[in-house]
């Protein structure tokens, strides 16, 4: 992918999260002069046990950018290196003296390697907040509260807003958007994408079948958007927090690769969001919610990760030390029907929504006692979506509360009433979740009684947490439950429970 027709006088890097024409180093990009180059990394597609379905995604969609480039007329270089910083060295004996530009990387990493090599950076407008203004908003608050962050940005953005009010009379609509799954529910079925040459070259590279639920392209992911404005944006919100096996993405927007990578931009879809809106449509309920999940959660995350440094992701402060459990590669090493299903659905298409993501891989590593960085590491290689920046403060801060509360005031700690109200899992399972004691008891009702009792000099003094800790005073049978939770642990260890 070369032409060395014209005298050059810099070099691009284009990050494999930064495919976008319009943002980034590419904002700036000069067809005559400029050599644009994307590093395909050993580090990125071998380093780790990633998912196959995740690496397809990354490397195709990368490759049909670059030759979307290269068929508009600018001269790209796509090399394959070790590391991206040995593909650079490759690039620069190519073409001697050039200076390198590239926009902000989107880890600590990768901007220390690349500030290291020489590399000036742009800034990162992949966002809608910028990192200084959200350090500022972050450096005046006693706690930082993703409701205070996200209500300023409705404000700043002017988005949902009629005047200085909120749009409906209310900043969110959570109590509207916690329904539980009807029953037999199919929904529109979602989009499917056809594979092209470039896919099926990658594909065969990678030794893998891929599904036809990812888009590689620009094109399809704007087919994807349109998909989710048509025919799932109206009922997003009531059911967004359901498990169900009768649909696996219910109404998700299943838009967050495309986000993550480059190929969308939030303001895009923020703008078809609020259109469909604006007819009268979509209910305030599914538009709050989705609006809050881009401009509230993934703003905020994003300046979080920033904010509170490169060792934040080593945060241990409830001291887990348990391995990773074997039923998160292998969901045959579990009789627990929601956590099967979960881990065979990621394993089939790299993705669950949020909720499965929290409320039952988190929680579950987080009740018995999982190293945060074991869990941290599997989550970053299993899902499409799992940039550095979302997964250190989504896990360490908010799943596993190892950050002893700097993210999160309490802990998102669960029985199995909540998965039994929440999803249609429980009822075929071999585990009740009635009951903390016995063998047919539900792990999490067990394990959740058991963290509470294990922290509860911890959380003691945390006001959102007074009501379960004064709960356990009230277990007759905590003994016998602390018991029975050892078993489990021992059992889900071994793969037998």
Same mark, same amino acid.
């Given at each position: 992918?070369?032409?060395?027709?014209?005298?050059?006088?810099?070099?691009?890097?284009?990050?494999?999260?930064?495919?976008?024409?319009?943002?980034?180093?590419?904002?700036?990009?000069?067809?005559?002069?400029?050599?644009?180059?994307?590093?395909?990394?050993?580090?990125?597609?071998?380093?780790?046990?990633?998912?196959?379905?995740?690496?397809?995604?990354?490397?195709?969609?990368?490759?049909?950018?670059?030759?979307?480039?290269?068929?508009?007329?600018?001269?790209?270089?796509?090399?394959?290196?070790?590391?991206?910083?040995?593909?650079?060295?490759?690039?620069?004996?190519?073409?001697?003296?050039?200076?390198?530009?590239?926009?902000?990387?989107?880890?600590?990493?990768?901007?220390?390697?690349?500030?290291?090599?020489?590399?000036?950076?742009?800034?990162?407008?992949?966002?809608?907040?910028?990192?200084?203004?959200?350090?500022?908003?972050?450096?005046?608050?006693?706690?930082?509260?993703?409701?205070?962050?996200?209500?300023?940005?409705?404000?700043?953005?002017?988005?949902?807003?009629?005047?200085?009010?909120?749009?409906?009379?209310?900043?969110?609509?959570?109590?509207?958007?916690?329904?539980?799954?009807?029953?037999?529910?199919?929904?529109?079925?979602?989009?499917?994408?056809?594979?092209?040459?470039?896919?099926?070259?990658?594909?065969?590279?990678?030794?893998?079948?891929?599904?036809?639920?990812?888009?590689?392209?620009?094109?399809?992911?704007?087919?994807?958007?349109?998909?989710?404005?048509?025919?799932?944006?109206?009922?997003?919100?009531?059911?967004?927090?359901?498990?169900?096996?009768?649909?696996?993405?219910?109404?998700?927007?299943?838009?967050?690769?495309?986000?993550?990578?480059?190929?969308?931009?939030?303001?895009?879809?923020?703008?078809?969001?609020?259109?469909?809106?604006?007819?009268?449509?979509?209910?305030?309920?599914?538009?709050?919610?989705?609006?809050?999940?881009?401009?509230?959660?993934?703003?905020?995350?994003?300046?979080?990760?920033?904010?509170?440094?490169?060792?934040?992701?080593?945060?241990?402060?409830?001291?887990?030390?348990?391995?990773?459990?074997?039923?998160?590669?292998?969901?045959?090493?579990?009789?627990?029907?929601?956590?099967?299903?979960?881990? *065979?659905?990621?394993? &089939?298409?790299?993705?669950?929504?949020? /909720?499965?993501? %929290?409320?039952? $891989? =988190?929680? +579950?590593?987080?009740?018995?006692?999982?190293?945060?960085?074991?869990?941290?590491?599997?989550?970053?290689?299993?899902?499409?979506?799992?940039?550095?920046?979302?997964?250190?403060?989504?896990?360490?801060?908010?799943?596993?509360?190892?950050?002893?509360?700097?993210?999160?005031?309490?802990?998102?700690?669960?029985?199995?009433?909540?998965?039994?109200?929440?999803?249609?899992?429980?009822?075929?399972?071999?585990?009740?979740?009635?009951?903390?004691?016995?063998?047919?008891?539900?792990?999490?009702?067990?394990?959740?009684?058991?963290?509470?009792?294990?922290?509860?000099? *911890?959380?003691?003094? &945390?006001?959102?947490?007074?009501?379960? /800790?004064?709960? %356990?005073?009230? $277990? =007759?049978? +905590?003994?016998?439950?602390?018991?029975?939770?050892?078993?489990?642990?021992?059992?889900?260890?071994?793969?037998?429970?």
């Amino acid at each position: 992918m070369n032409s060395d027709a014209a005298p050059h006088t810099r070099i691009i890097y284009v990050a494999h999260d930064h495919l976008n024409r319009d943002r980034g180093a590419l904002r700036t990009a000069n067809m005559a002069t400029d050599v644009i180059v994307l590093v395909e990394s050993a580090r990125m597609t071998a380093g780790r046990n990633w998912h196959k379905e995740r690496l397809f995604f990354l490397i195709s969609s990368a490759r049909h950018f670059a030759a979307s480039l290269e068929a508009e007329g600018f001269t790209v270089e796509y090399v394959k290196a070790a590391t991206t910083i040995d593909g650079l060295n490759t690039i620069t004996k190519k073409h001697k003296k050039l200076p390198i530009s590239c926009a902000e990387p989107s880890s600590f990493r990768q901007f220390e390697a690349l500030e290291k090599y020489g590399v000036s950076f742009l800034e990162n407008d992949f966002f809608l907040t910028p990192r200084p203004l959200f350090n500022q908003w972050a450096s005046e608050q006693k706690s930082y509260l993703m409701e205070n962050f996200y209500r300023k940005q409705r404000t700043r953005l002017n988005i949902l807003m009629e005047g200085k009010d909120p749009v409906g009379g209310a900043w969110n609509f959570d109590k509207e958007n916690r329904l539980p799954p009807p029953k037999k529910y199919e929904g529109p079925a979602y989009l499917e994408h056809k594979r092209d040459e470039i896919d099926l070259s990658v594909a065969k590279e990678l030794n893998h079948t891929p599904t036809t639920t990812w888009a590689t392209t620009r094109k399809g992911a704007l087919a994807q958007l349109v998909n989710f404005i048509d025919n799932h944006f109206a009922d997003f919100g009531p059911l967004e927090d359901a498990m169900t096996t009768d649909n696996w993405a219910l109404h998700h927007s299943l838009l967050s690769p495309y986000l993550n990578n480059g190929l969308l931009h939030p303001t895009e879809v923020i703008h078809a969001a609020m259109k469909a809106f604006n007819t009268g449509a979509i209910p305030i309920e599914s538009a709050e919610g989705f609006i809050r999940q881009l401009i509230g959660w993934r703003e905020y995350v994003n300046g979080m990760y920033w904010f509170l440094g490169p060792d934040y992701r080593n945060n241990n402060q409830l001291k887990a030390t348990v391995k990773l459990l074997p039923l998160f590669t292998d969901p045959n090493k579990t009789q627990m029907n929601c956590m099967k299903q979960t881990v *065979t659905d990621i394993n &089939n298409r790299a993705w669950v929504h949020h /909720i499965p993501r %929290l409320m039952l $891989l =988190s929680n +579950l590593a987080l009740v018995t006692g999982t190293n945060p960085q074991a869990f941290l590491d599997w989550m970053r290689e299993v899902f499409i979506d799992a940039t550095e920046w979302v997964m250190v403060p989504n896990v360490i801060g908010m799943g596993v509360h190892a950050d002893g509360g700097a993210m999160m005031t309490k802990p998102y700690a669960a029985g199995g009433a909540y998965i039994s109200r929440m999803s249609n899992y429980c009822k075929p399972c071999v585990y009740d979740p009635k009951l903390r004691t016995g063998e047919t008891a539900c792990p999490f009702t067990t394990l959740y009684w058991d963290f509470l009792d294990r922290h509860k000099e *911890t959380f003691a003094k &945390n006001h959102r947490m007074s009501q379960q /800790i004064f709960g %356990l005073k009230r $277990l =007759s049978d +905590l003994p016998e439950l602390k018991e029975r939770a050892q078993e489990v642990i021992a059992g889900l260890q071994k793969g037998k429970i």
